[in-house]
């Protein structure tokens, strides 16, 4: 049964900084990529992030140069490294895991979420 749990999340004033973590277990976790994803209220669901089996990465254009994503296949665990936080970024933040990055968004694994509120 594949597994992802999510953790990190918090408030922090404008400017701060947090790291997400997505621990996954279940599946080979390296033949996965992983992405975050996030939600705001009365919004869709957004993906902030994503890498690929390889290392290759992509970011939404909003977090570009402030997030920062990575894995470590040895612990299969992903990150979401996130500086410069705005009050836009304010959502719960969920991992998920797919074999292609473009295909991430349909998955059946998903965390259950971790909330990132971001104060001004």
């Known amino acids: 049964q594949v597994r992802l749990v999510e953790s990190g999340g918090g408030l922090v004033q404008v400017g701060g900084s947090l790291r997400l973590s997505c621990a996954a277990s279940?599946?080979?976790?390296?033949?996965?990529?992983l992405g975050w994803y996030r939600q705001a209220p009365g919004k869709e669901r957004e993906r902030v992030a994503a890498?690929?089996?390889?290392?290759?990465?992509n970011y939404a254009d909003s977090v570009k140069g402030r997030f920062t994503i990575s894995r470590d296949n040895a612990e299969n665990t992903v990150y979401l490294q996130m500086n410069s936080l705005k009050p836009d970024d304010t959502a719960v933040y969920y991992c998920?895991?797919?074999?292609?990055?473009?295909?991430?968004?349909?998955?059946?694994?998903w965390g259950r979420g971790t909330q990132v509120t971001v104060s001004s």
């Open positions: 890498i690929g089996s390889g290392g290759s990465t």
């Open positions: 998920a895991a797919d074999r292609r990055i473009a295909t991430m968004r349909s998955s059946d694994y």
């Open positions: 279940g599946l080979t976790f390296g033949s996965y990529a």
